[in-house]
C-alpha cells in the first residue's frame, strides 16, 4: 500500500533507483558528503538504508533479486510503477519555501540533469510560484538585518531561476 507523502529522504532515494541506481550502496554513496548529490545534501547510509526499507514496505520499489561481485550481497531495487509516477510528481513540484531552495529544489534541478531532463518546466512553475513572495519580500523597505537578509534571498532565488531557465532555452 503506497503512502500519499513521502520524506525528502524518501523522495531522493525513490528518484535516484527511478534514475537508474539499482542498490543501496549506489544510493548512500551518491548521498555521502563527498558524493554527486552530498555536496547539496548529504544523508547516511544507515537513513538511506531507512528511506529505502520504507519505500519497498510502500510498494515504490521492489527488491528485484541481488547483484552478484565481490563483498557483501547486493539487493537490486527496481522502481515500482507507483514509484516511478511519486518522482515524477516530485521532480515537478516546486518548493513551497524560498529556504528549499538550497536544499530540495537544487536536489531536485541535479536528478533531472542526472535523468537527461530539462530542468525548465520545473524552474517555470517555481518561478509563478515564487513570484507573489518575492515580489511582497523586495517591495519591503525595511532596514532590520532579517529584512535585508530575505529581500537580498529573494532577489537572488529569482536571478538563480532566471539563469536556469536561460542556460537551457
Do not use: N
Not at 520499489?61 to 561481485?69: F, K
Not at 539487493?75 to 511519486?86: D, F, I, K, V
Not at 515524477?88 to 531536485?108: Q, S
Request: proline letters at 4%; glycine letters at 8%.
Amino acid at each position: 500500500m503506497a503512502r500519499s507523502e513521502t520524506s525528502l529522504a524518501e523522495s531522493v532515494c525513490l528518484a535516484l533507483v527511478v534514475s537508474g541506481s539499482d542498490y543501496g550502496g549506489a544510493v548512500a554513496e551518491l548521498l555521502a558528503p563527498g558524493g554527486e548529490l552530498g555536496r547539496i545534501w548529504s544523508l547516511s547510509k544507515p537513513l538511506t538504508y531507512r528511506a529505502i526499507d520504507a519505500l519497498v514496505t510502500s510498494a515504490m520499489i521492489d527488491r528485484s533479486g541481488t547483484a552478484p561481485g565481490r563483498g557483501r550481497e547486493r539487493s537490486l531495487l527496481q522502481p515500482t510503477r507507483s514509484g516511478r509516477a511519486a518522482t515524477r510528481r516530485w521532480l515537478a513540484e516546486p518548493v513551497r519555501h524560498l529556504r528549499d531552495v538550497r536544499t530540495e529544489l537544487l536536489l531536485k534541478f541535479s536528478i533531472l540533469e542526472r535523468m537527461g531532463l530539462s530542468r525548465t518546466p520545473l524552474a517555470l512553475a517555481q518561478q509563478e510560484w515564487f513570484a507573489p513572495i518575492i515580489a511582497s519580500i523586495t517591495e519591503g523597505t525595511a532596514t532590520d538585518v532579517v529584512s535585508i537578509w530575505r529581500r537580498e534571498h529573494a532577489q537572488a532565488v529569482a536571478e538563480f531561476l532566471d539563469h536556469v531557465i536561460g542556460v537551457e532555452t
